[in-house]
């Protein structure tokens, strides 16, 4: 089924900063998509266009990005008269008439929201869900399975006021060898999950105050720690308290290219001290050996940033 119209604006996402939304009209209706955004970029990702206007947002505005999809992307998708289920075709065109490797000209927001939205289009011309349009172009296998839900507990990095450097530490209900939760649903993981951030909030007021229970951009609450060895304690005494010891496994989104000095080749874990001494920044294998003594300090721990060394530092790569 053909797309008669393609139409993009910026809206406002939970931190108020703007992004960018796309609308897919085919004879199904008018099919719609929000471009996530994150507080940090990996400096390996692709490129978010912003337009860079201190005078508006704060430089973080993305009309350029809306202007693209208008101007650029609606007439040409529209004249190849692409099939809206065929998504290797509809990607393969976006990234032509981008022409670069990570997005920089046309901007991966203004790409992303028109595959979203378009895959919408799919589903709804194929009469299904949108998980089971993925499911098909994935090729996986039938019957669908829910995801062990990842839940963000405790914020720090980019996402949070204090002055711990890492990013992000999630519960996640202990997986087996069959890739299924221990929990024996969805629901119940997140049930496991709702209670032992109840406990992990109360913890933290109860040992740093009540400032302790604000939360971070992404909800989890934001005590003002330095180190991650006390923010895995706190969650581990939490899990404990809430009597999921054994059941629950702990992941790290570490972002950590938000605090690499490119020049000196080394990790500020301090990077949010404007005074930062710079004797204490750490190589890639410092970092490296304070990931390993994290995993054994902490039996649960389970870390998702795998470090890789490179010319720039580490990547992210999910085990």
Same mark, same amino acid.
């Not at 994935?138 to 995801?147: C, D, E, F, N, R």
């Not at 087996?176 to 406990?199: H, N, Q």
């Not at 006390?230 to 969650?235: G, K, R, T, V, Y």
């Not at 702990?250 to 005074?275: G, H, Q, R, W």
């Given at each position: 089924?053909?797309?008669?119209?393609?139409?993009?604006?910026?809206?406002?996402?939970?931190?108020?900063?703007?992004?960018? +939304?796309?609308? &897919? /009209?085919?004879?199904?209706? $008018?099919?719609? #998509?929000?471009?996530?955004?994150?507080?940090?970029? =990996? !400096?390996?990702?692709?490129?978010?266009?912003?337009?860079?206007?201190?005078?508006?947002?704060?430089?973080?505005?993305?009309?350029?990005?809306?202007?693209?999809?208008?101007?650029?992307?609606?007439?040409?998708?529209?004249?190849?008269?692409?099939?809206?289920?065929?998504?290797?075709?509809?990607?393969?065109?976006?990234?032509?008439?981008?022409?670069?490797?990570?997005?920089?000209?046309?901007?991966?927001?203004?790409?992303?929201?028109?595959?979203?939205?378009?895959?919408?289009?799919?589903?709804?011309?194929?009469?299904?869900?949108?998980?089971?349009?993925?499911?098909?172009?994935?090729?996986?296998?039938?019957?669908?399975?829910?995801?062990?839900?990842?839940?963000?507990?405790?914020?720090?990095?980019?996402?949070?006021?204090?002055?711990?450097?890492?990013? +992000?530490?999630? &519960? /996640?209900?202990?997986?087996? $060898?069959?890739? #299924?939760?221990?929990?024996?649903?969805?629901?119940? =993981? !997140?049930?496991?999950?709702?209670?032992?951030?109840?406990?992990?909030?109360?913890?933290?007021?109860?040992?740093?105050?009540?400032?302790?229970?604000?939360?971070?951009?992404?909800?989890?609450?934001?005590?003002?720690?330095?180190?991650?060895?006390?923010?895995?304690?706190?969650?581990?005494?939490?899990?404990?308290?809430?009597?999921?010891?054994?059941?629950?496994?702990?992941?790290?989104?570490?972002?950590?290219?938000?605090?690499?000095?490119?020049?000196?080749?080394?990790?500020?874990?301090?990077?949010?001290?404007?005074?930062?001494?710079?004797?204490?920044?750490?190589?890639?294998?410092?970092?490296?050996?304070?990931?390993?003594?994290?995993?054994?300090?902490?039996?649960?721990?389970?870390?998702?940033?795998?470090?890789?060394?490179?010319?720039?530092?580490?990547?992210?790569?999910?085990?």
């Amino acid at each position: 089924m053909p797309i008669s119209k393609i139409h993009a604006r910026y809206v406002y996402d939970s931190r108020g900063n703007p992004t960018v +939304e796309v609308d &897919i /009209v085919t004879e199904t209706g $008018l099919h719609r #998509a929000i471009v996530p955004s994150g507080a940090s970029t =990996g !400096m390996h990702e692709a490129c978010e266009l912003r337009d860079g206007d201190k005078s508006k947002w704060g430089g973080k505005g993305v009309t350029k990005a809306v202007a693209n999809v208008n101007e650029k992307i609606a007439p040409e998708l529209i004249k190849a008269n692409v099939d809206v289920k065929d998504q290797s075709a509809v990607d393969s065109l976006l990234n032509k008439l981008d022409g670069t490797q990570n997005k920089t000209n046309l901007g991966a927001n203004a790409i992303l929201g028109v595959s979203m939205a378009i895959a919408k289009a799919a589903a709804a011309e194929k009469r299904v869900p949108l998980y089971a349009h993925i499911s098909d172009l994935a090729g996986t296998k039938k019957p669908y399975v829910l995801p062990v839900p990842f839940m963000n507990v405790l914020n720090g990095g980019s996402h949070a006021g204090g002055r711990l450097a890492f990013q +992000e530490f999630m &519960i /996640v209900p202990r997986r087996k $060898l069959t890739f #299924a939760s221990d929990a024996p649903t969805f629901t119940e =993981g !997140m049930r496991w999950g709702a209670e032992v951030y109840a406990k992990l909030k109360a913890l933290a007021k109860k040992k740093y105050g009540q400032s302790a229970g604000n939360v971070g951009d992404e909800g989890g609450v934001a005590p003002d720690i330095q180190t991650a060895d006390e923010a895995l304690s706190l969650i581990t005494e939490a899990i404990e308290q809430a009597g999921y010891t054994g059941k629950m496994n702990i992941a790290m989104d570490v972002a950590s290219s938000e605090f690499y000095k490119t020049e000196e080749k080394k990790y500020d874990l301090d990077f949010k001290n404007p005074n930062s001494d710079k004797s204490q920044w750490v190589t890639y294998e410092q970092l490296a050996q304070q990931y390993k003594d994290l995993a054994s300090n902490v039996d649960e721990f389970r870390s998702t940033e795998k470090v890789v060394q490179n010319s720039h530092g580490f990547t992210k790569s999910m085990p």
